[in-house]
């Protein structure tokens, strides 16, 4: 079983991903400062919450925009 992350820290992982996508890696130290960077967080359980959604969450985003082209030029090599 996973992590079950509530909705203020998927919110908060959306609004920075939208906003600071060319700062992001895959990488959790490098996430886990630019949460320290951008967001005022007083828990340090909750900094390290949201710094390991948004690697995960960047992973998955990453994987969505290279998987539909991988499958386009498959089938047309298939043709």
Excluded: F
């Amino acid at each position: 079983m996973g992590n079950i992350y509530t909705k203020d820290i998927k919110r908060i992982v959306k609004e920075i991903y939208n906003q600071y996508k060319d700062e992001i890696k895959d990488d959790y130290n490098t996430n886990k400062q630019i949460v320290v960077r951008y967001v005022d967080v007083k828990s340090k359980k909750v900094r390290n919450r949201i710094a390991g959604y948004l690697t995960r969450y960047y992973k998955i985003m990453k994987e969505r925009e290279t998987s539909p082209t991988e499958e386009k030029e498959e089938i047309s090599e298939e043709i």
